[in-house]
């Protein structure tokens, strides 16, 4: 049986080592959506500014991080019911839902197609977001930071109710009328998979 001299063995051994650290540095993880996220959907009326907001979605992604940096954000997808976002007055959301073709369209859904990170915590993640049945690209702007383990996201972006097909929406025969343009923002938190596997 041939035996490896001792520094043929350190060298083989030192190569391993570095596969090894190398692959725990970059490591590419799934992830999954947790707690309660918060999402915002700001516009303003010939009246008031207003807001809209909910708690609930699910999402999964599939991430790359260097130590405690989020260095990538391969593929995600976040799925909210159209009818959890709430303006605290049940009128508004009545016009909101009309608007939003809720009945029909029961989801919202932001699929990624690019992360780009511009800095150790800013990014910009573009995506195919669906609204009311409609499907357009949208670039969030993000910041990003991890703790313990989780990924926390936060980002915001402007649309038009127009872009998707929807009449910006209005009141009091008329009278009362929402401005096209909008702004979303979101905070989230994503959590390894492995994490909800245990029992």
């Known amino acids: 049986m041939k035996i490896l001299n001792p520094i043929k063995l350190l060298s083989l051994f030192s190569i ?12 590419q993880d799934q992830y999954k959506l947790a707690g309660k996220p918060e999402l915002k959907v700001n516009g303003t009326s010939t009246i008031h500014d207003w807001e809209m907001t909910s708690a ?3 999402g999964t992604a599939e991430m790359t991080l260097e130590g405690a940096t989020l260095k ?18 049940a ?7 009309e608007s939003l073709k809720a009945s029909k369209h029961t989801d919202i859904v932001f699929t990624l197609t690019s992360f780009r990170t511009l800095d150790n915590n800013r ?6 977001l669906t609204i009311a049945g409609t499907t ?3 670039t969030f702007n993000v910041a990003t930071s991890t703790k313990s383990g989780v990924v926390q996201l936060a980002g915001e972006a402007n649309i038009k109710f127009t872009d998707f097909g929807i009449k910006p929406p ?8 929402t401005g096209n343009e909008l702004k979303l923002s979101f905070k989230a938190n994503f959590q390894p998979v492995t ?3 245990k029992n």
Request: charged share 15%; net charge positive.
């Open 16 to 27: 391993l080592l570095g596969l090894s650290l190398g692959n725990t540095l970059l490591a």
């Open 56 to 58: 609930q979605a699910q």
């Open 72 to 89: 990538n954000v391969k593929a995600a997808s976040v799925t909210m019911k159209t009818q959890s976002i709430k303006s605290g007055t």
């Open 91 to 97: 009128k508004m959301d009545e016009i909101a839902y």
């Open 123 to 128: 990014a910009q993640a573009t995506g195919n």
């Open 136 to 138: 357009k690209p949208v």
């Open 170 to 177: 209005t009141a009091l025969l008329g009278t009362v009328k």
């Open 195 to 197: 994490s909800y596997s």
